[in-house]
């Protein structure tokens, strides 16, 4: 191996720092190797073209996209290393979004566990599959706030809440990160996307995004800032036009608020191609100047696009950038290399890490995937099912075996012959005790025809209950798949209602990549569970969960709509001047012919819908039952040191063990801006035997009052508070404290 050609000699002060190394190669190298760091380039094709490898034997590319396995890039790092002048090994990024080879659920199933700790085994297990296949960088967490259920990449997020979202985004990049970038397993995190992109305008994914700077400040911001805190080692801009000024040449956002707040020192990668597209927004005229645009915003390397390959070193020749500003961005990349070891130990020996899809790793996919499962209903306690008082079950449904749909969106090295379906695990784990009855029912999640119902129709006849799984295959999420119409695609919606009519108990299960609107279905099922895409191991947790070996214990992560047009609907939403008065709504079916015009009520409110949505925030059952009590609060009064001690009792009223999600709400009454009428603050998951009771206790202070204040500084405000301890974010204890500005 050709030893680098940087030789660092110990000083006085002992071995060559990480500075020392990352100066010394800075002296040595001209501007386009400087520039070339810059560059992250695709590699996906098969066999890599000629003019990349030569481009990485020149220097003039720092690293790839898309090469995933240790052969391939151990073979290319000894290009970078061993044939290019200074050595300078590449970063290899994937986008290793919920798993690698495992597959966990969606980021939108993993938080509706609300478990960040189990967020943070997971991308642990999928830094360690990835590191030993070559990777040293992810394009993960995507903690892009998401309101909108059109949008496809709602699959992607953790939903609506900015606290939800920048706990388990921190948990994702310590996972990923670990406290070490040298050592065993860890890779690069990247928060993405820069900001806002969850906003684009109507669900439809790309669109501009117009969001007001306290809604910026204060909602979408706030994970970004959360995760950063926790160290995440790189960002990505977003592709979206945000109020005229695309992300990824907002320099007030990235040099001012990322930089300048908050004192970010990690490196900014550009979306793929998002340099570029700055010509297409119709910010820039040409190249040239989206470089420019870029460059001077923050953007250190350009992923996918040839705008700074083309024009940095011009641009510096014409002192229109300086070389102090290059040798900025060269900086941050060279030290991320100098942190994950690179320098010492470019090459990845796989022999040093646990198979892929290891029992450990399916495992901690079974507990995210079970977590992940939300119970939305269950009329007649139809669930948990039991085999002594079954004989048979009819699986009914195009989602009930479908290997690759259930891994959901962003699946690049999932295969789906890892993966266990409902099918599969019930048969394996009940076929010996009762009889399953299989038909889908429907050829896909798509399919319009009725060809297979009968066939469907004669496996209820023949079985005692009828399990259903309907949803969306992994295609209809994700990027660029928005949907304007997001109820059961096909003819599901027919199937079950030709299943309900059957007379037989039915569960239905749903697998989707976002919520879907179920009002017309809710009717035709006894039972409904929210299983998102649950990945590798989400047939076994559904089993378990539909015959009681677990209780389910998940909580929605964002609103379900009663219908597309109350979007975006949420529950932190602000009160209005004049808030939903149910007592007052007079809906459209109960309108007196030549009613008067000011006669149903003057809120906020749909005629046709009302004003609250199917399913809210923070819901999701057990097979307990379980009743909130004895709100007691430490004072009345706080101080700006005080901490507000708030405890209250739960307990489980109903005939089975299972779990609750005890949640903490906080409403700012009136301040300089106007507040959300609710906030998520904390939470405490509880686990009760029949007839249990346990104490859940949270403490809160100034700090979890804060927020950007209408002179745009951060900190709370003394006043009156309301605080709700709760199982959703519809209802709740209530309760009121102050905070003095002592
Ligand atoms: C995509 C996505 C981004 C992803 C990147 C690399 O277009 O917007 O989230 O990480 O390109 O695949």
């Not at 306290?214 to 995440?232: D, Q």
């Not at 509880?686 to 202070?701: A, H, M, N």
Request: one cysteine or more; glycine letters at 10%.
């Amino acid at each position: 191996m050709n030893t680098p050609t940087l030789t660092l000699t110990a000083n006085s002060a002992g071995p060559p720092s990480a500075e020392d190394l990352v100066d010394v190669l800075l002296s040595k190298m001209t501007l386009e190797e400087k520039i070339g760091q810059l560059q992250q380039v695709d590699a996906s094709a098969d066999p890599l073209p000629d003019h990349l490898i030569e481009g990485v034997r020149a220097g003039r590319i720092g690293s790839v996209i898309n090469l995933a396995n240790t052969d391939a890039c151990n073979r290319l790092q000894r290009v970078a290393v061993e044939e290019s002048r200074l050595s300078i090994p590449l970063l290899m990024g994937r986008d290793v979004i919920h798993g690698f080879r495992t597959i966990f659920p969606i980021p939108l199933g993993q938080a509706a566990a609300w478990n960040p700790e189990l967020v943070r085994k997971a991308a642990r297990i999928a830094a360690l599959e990835a590191r030993s296949q070559g990777i040293h960088w992810t394009f993960a967490p995507m903690i892009d706030i998401s309101r909108d259920p059109r949008w496809g990449r709602i699959a992607e997020s953790f939903g609506e809440d900015p606290h939800l979202t920048g706990l388990l985004g921190s948990a994702m990049v310590e996972g990923f990160q670990t406290a070490d970038l040298s050592g065993h397993g860890a890779i690069l995190a990247c928060a993405k996307h820069f900001v806002g992109y969850g906003a684009s305008e109507s669900g439809r994914d790309y669109s501009a995004t117009n969001i007001p700077a306290n809604e910026l400040r204060n909602v979408y911001l706030e994970p970004f800032r959360r995760v950063v805190e926790a160290g995440a080692a790189t960002l990505m801009t977003s592709f979206s036009d945000l109020d005229g000024i695309p992300a990824t040449a907002n320099g007030a956002l990235l040099n001012g608020v990322l930089r300048g707040d908050w004192g970010f020192d990690g490196l900014v990668v550009s979306d793929w191609n998002a340099i570029n597209e700055l010509i297409v927004h119709g910010l820039c005229e040409d190249s040239r100047s989206a470089a420019t645009e870029a460059a001077l915003a923050g953007v250190d390397m350009e992923m996918a696009g040839d705008a700074y390959a083309s024009n940095l070193a011009k641009l510096v020749e014409e002192r229109v950038l300086s070389v102090s500003q290059i040798d900025a961005m060269v900086v941050r990349v060279l030290r991320l290399k100098q942190k994950l070891g690179l320098f010492e130990r470019p090459y990845t020996d796989p022999a040093g890490f646990d198979p892929l899809v290891s029992d450990k790793a399916l495992d901690v996919a079974y507990q995210a995937a079970l977590e992940s499962l939300v119970l939305l209903k269950n009329d007649g306690a139809v669930l948990p099912l039991r085999v002594a008082g079954l004989g048979s079950i009819a699986v009914i449904g195009p989602l009930a075996d479908a290997p690759h749909e259930q891994m959901g969106t962003w699946v690049f090295d999932g295969q789906k012959t890892d993966t266990a379906t409902p099918l599969q695990a019930l048969r394996r784990q009940f076929g010996g005790k009762i009889d399953v009855n299989y038909a889908p029912g429907l050829e896909t999640s798509r399919s319009r025809s009725h060809a297979l119902f009968g066939e469907a129709e004669t496996a209820v006849r023949n079985s005692d209950v009828a399990l259903v799984f309907l949803g969306e295959e992994s295609i209809l999420s994700g990027e660029a798949h928005s949907r304007a119409d997001i109820t059961l695609p096909g003819a599901q919606s027919e199937l079950l209602a030709r299943i309900r009519a059957l007379g037989k108990p039915v569960v239905t299960v749903v697998l989707a990549g976002r919520p879907l609107v179920l009002s017309e279905n809710l009717p035709h099922t006894d039972s409904l569970l929210y299983a998102w895409h649950p990945g590798t191991m989400g047939g076994p947790a559904i089993a378990a969960v539909l015959f009681g070996d677990e209780a389910p214990r998940g909580k929605l992560p964002v609103t379900f709509p009663k219908s597309v047009g109350q979007i975006p609907i949420y529950y932190n939403h602000k009160n209005t001047g004049r808030p939903p008065n149910p007592s007052e709504m007079i809906l459209i079916d109960d309108i007196e012919v030549g009613a008067r015009q000011t006669s149903l009520g003057m809120s906020a409110f749909y005629l046709d819908d009302g004003s609250e949505p199917l399913f809210p925030f923070g819901f999701g059952l057990s097979y307990g039952k379980f009743e909130l009590g004895g709100l007691e609060l430490s004072q009345q009064i706080i101080g700006l040191c005080d901490r507000l001690k708030v405890r209250a009792t739960v307990r489980n009223t109903g005939a089975c063990s299972g779990f609750e999600t005890v949640q903490l709400y906080v409403r700012d009454i009136a301040g300089s801006l106007t507040r959300p009428v609710k906030e998520l603050k904390a939470f405490k998951r509880v686990s009760l035997q029949p007839g249990q009771s346990g104490l859940v206790e949270f403490d809160l202070g100034a700090a979890d009052l804060s927020f950007y204040r209408r002179d745009g500084s951060f900190g709370p405000e003394p006043g009156k508070f309301c605080l709700w301890v709760a199982t959703r974010s519809d209802g709740g204890l209530k309760a009121e404290f102050s905070l003095s500005a002592q």
